[in-house]
Nanobody
C-alpha cells in the first residue's frame, strides 16, 4: 500500500506561491500520533529537512524558509500541507513528505515512510 502521496508541485515565477499537499492513506502508522516533515532535494545536493510539525502542532523551519513557508496538518483528513510564498530560484527542488516517530532519548525523529516526491521549479 502507498503510504504517502505528494501533490501540488509545478513551475512558478520568482515571487509566486504554491501549496504542496501530502495525503497519508497508509495503514503503517497512526497519523495523529506521528510527527511529519517536508524535505527537499535540489540537483547535486543532499536531501534536507525544510519544515516539521509534531503531533501537537509544534512547528520548526530551516532558516532559509522561515517567514515564507508554513507547514500545517489536518488530522481528520490525514493531510499535510506546505504553503510556500515569495518563492526564489533556490527553492527549486523535489519536495518529499515524511512521517516519523520521536526518539525520546535524543529528541530526534525516526522517519519511517516517504512519498514519491513532487517537483517544484522556480524561474527568474
Amino acid at each position: 500500500q502507498v503510504q504517502l502521496v505528494e501533490s501540488g508541485g509545478g513551475l512558478v515565477q520568482a515571487g509566486g506561491s504554491l501549496r504542496l499537499s501530502c495525503q497519508a492513506p497508509g495503514s503503517g502508522y497512526i497519523f495523529s500520533d506521528e510527527a511529519m516533515g517536508w524535505f527537499r532535494q535540489a540537483p547535486g545536493q543532499q536531501r534536507a529537512l525544510v519544515a516539521s510539525i509534531t503531533s501537537r502542532g509544534i512547528t520548526a523551519y530551516v532558516g532559509s524558509v522561515k517567514g515564507r513557508f508554513t507547514i500545517s496538518r489536518h488530522n481528520a483528513r490525514k493531510m499535510l500541507y506546505l504553503q510556500m510564498s515569495s518563492l526564489q530560484p533556490d527553492d527549486t527542488a523535489v519536495y518529499y513528505c515524511s512521517i516519523g516517530s520521536t526518539i525520546s532519548s535524543s529528541s530526534s525523529i525516526r522517519w519511517n515512510y516517504w512519498g514519491q516526491g513532487t517537483q517544484v521549479t522556480v524561474s527568474s
